[in-house]
């Protein structure tokens, strides 16, 4: 596995063994103030030994260079994804977008998420295309919702991927969360379970008609959502982390849009999770 976020294979910030580090494997590299240390190919498999208090794989800080990542490139590039998928859900939502033209854009922006996945460099057309995409398919759905299931469910959807994101983040910055090869573990095993178990819903949706087993209404409905909350919350954690390594290992700039494009796709989970448990509440009211 080489992802920290639902989609299980981001590439660009690699996993090894389930230890964290930039580009796992890569051969040394002219200028790359790592190249020769011991860290140069795995950066956590030969790591040194920590100090009491040190989370783990904790790199030591690298000097800024010319053409590395830095965590305002991230910050900028996070700010045109999410900033763009903001722009067009607002789009989608304000010329009411019909929900199988949203659906189609939905799948077209998987398929690119996909493909970027599965590529070595990042590629800012596609991520920026799925963004916008994406964010097509989030206003009309939202707009679907917020109109005939739960009125204002989208904007505390919003609130509470807010809350979310800004309560991992304190945590991760104050180590309260540390993100730990057993962290990863099961943060990677708690999204397959989960992915698996809408997998086999949907199955049984098709095939018996309904709500399958449930895992998207009522009870089990809740607590799967709730449970889709929190496995984003994991990966959010995650994406801190690859971040974090990246900028500490010199991690060339243009990686920033693989952070930018990660933090989007955990982003976007998490709002959805929230815009699909809102609904199952407001439903039973």
């Known amino acids: 596995m080489r992802s920290s976020n639902p989609v299980f294979s981001r590439r660009g910030f690699s996993r090894s063994g389930g230890y964290a580090g930039f580009n796992a494997g890569q051969q040394p590299q002219a200028g790359n103030p790592y190249a020769n240390s011991p860290y140069a190919n795995n950066p956590y498999a030969q790591q040194q030994p920590q100090t009491t208090g040190q989370p783990f794989g904790a790199p030591p800080a690298a000097p800024p260079q010319t053409g590395r990542m830095t965590m305002d490139d991230?910050?900028?590039?996070?700010g045109m994804t999410v900033g763009l998928v903001v722009v067009m859900a607002a789009?989608?939502?304000?010329?009411?977008?019909?929900?199988?033209?949203?659906?189609?854009?939905?799948?077209?922006?998987?398929v690119l998420a996909l493909v970027q996945s599965f590529k070595r460099k990042a590629v800012p057309a596609l991520i920026l295309a799925y963004a916008a995409l994406e964010g097509l398919f989030l206003g009309a759905i939202s707009n679907f919702v917020d109109s005939y299931i739960a009125d204002g469910a989208a904007m505390q959807a919003v609130l509470g991927t807010m809350a979310v994101f800004a309560a991992v983040l304190v945590m991760y910055k104050t180590r309260i969360i540390r993100v730990t090869r057993r962290f990863y573990q099961f943060a990677i095993a708690a999204a397959?379970?989960?992915?698996?178990?809408?997998?086999?819903n949907m199955l049984f949706a098709v095939i018996g008609g309904g709500d399958g087993l449930g895992f998207r209404s009522g009870t089990l409905g809740i607590i799967m959502g709730i449970a889709g909350?929190?496995?984003?919350?994991?990966?959010?954690?995650?994406?801190?982390?690859q971040v974090e390594d990246g900028i500490s290992y010199g991690a060339p700039?243009?990686?920033?849009?693989?952070?930018?494009?990660?933090?989007?796709?955990?982003?976007?989970?998490?709002?959805?999770?929230?815009?699909?448990?809102?609904?199952?509440?407001?439903?039973?009211?």
């Open 74 to 78: 991230v910050v900028a590039r996070t």
């Open 91 to 110: 789009v989608a939502w304000i010329t009411d977008l019909a929900l199988p033209l949203a659906i189609g854009a939905g799948l077209v922006a998987m």
């Open 253 to 285: 700039r243009e990686e920033s849009w693989l952070a930018a494009f990660g933090l989007t796709l955990t982003l976007v989970w998490i709002y959805l999770e929230f815009l699909r448990l809102i609904a199952i509440l407001q439903g039973n009211d």
């Open 229 to 241: 909350i929190v496995i984003g919350a994991l990966f959010l954690a995650l994406d801190f982390k």
């Open 192 to 200: 397959i379970g989960f992915v698996l178990l809408m997998m086999v």
